[in-house]
Structures are given as C-alpha cells and as structure tokens.
C-alpha cells in the first residue's frame, strides 16, 4: 500500500510562489509514475505536472515556465515548486502515485491565491 501525504498549501498573494511537497511512504519513484493534480470547485481534475522513472517531466501548458516538479529520492519526497502565481491556480492539490495495475492519491493541499 502506498501513502502519499501532502503539505504546503496555503493563501498566497498574486505573483508569489510556494512548494508543495509529497511524503511518500516508500521509495516508490523507480516503480510509479508521479504526478501532481490540481481541482479547482466546479471542474474537473487536471494534470499539472509528472515525473517518469527516468526523470522526464511533463507540464500542462497553462504551468509550463512557472511550476517544477522535482523529487529527492534519499527523502522519498516529491515536490512541486509554484511561482508566478495566479488566481486560476486556486485549488486543491493532490499528489498521485500511477503504475500499470494501481493508482494511488494523497488527501490534498489546498492553495489559494488572492489579493
């Protein structure tokens, strides 16, 4: 089973930054593709970023120049690094574990950003 507890949330103004980070609760990044997950109220869930076993990332392009996801394998930590920040990024933030057979999800961080 595989635990996935996400941290750093919070309200941030316009044009500021913060880091998320994804406790895992394994050494699970060879094995799991991992990705971070955003839902704003009334719409869908939607990919912000992933990370593959071999460290290639991909970004939804509304994040593209501004988000980072990055992992410290030693910490079993994964993180996502927000800056230039918008009011459309306002959401819940989920952390996702994928592989062939399982998905696994943290409770979520919520990030709020306003003036």
């Known amino acids: 089973q595989v635990q996935l507890v996400e941290s750093g949330g919070g309200l941030v103004q316009p044009g500021g930054s913060l880091r998320l980070s994804c406790a895992t609760s394994?050494?699970?990044?060879?094995?799991?593709?991992m990705g971070w997950y955003r839902q704003a109220p009334g719409k869908q869930r939607e990919l912000v970023a992933q990370?593959?076993?071999?460290?290639?990332?991909t970004y939804a392009n509304s994040v593209k120049g501004r988000f980072t996801i990055s992992r410290d394998n030693a910490k079993n930590m994964l993180y996502l690094q927000m800056n230039s920040l918008k009011p459309e990024d306002t959401a819940l933030y989920y952390c996702?574990?994928?592989?062939?057979?399982?998905?696994?999800w943290g409770q979520g961080t919520q990030v709020t950003v306003s003036s």
């Open positions: 394994t050494n699970i990044f060879s094995r799991y593709v």
């Open positions: 996702r574990a994928l592989d062939g057979l399982s998905v696994y």
């Open positions: 990370m593959f076993g071999d460290d290639s990332t």
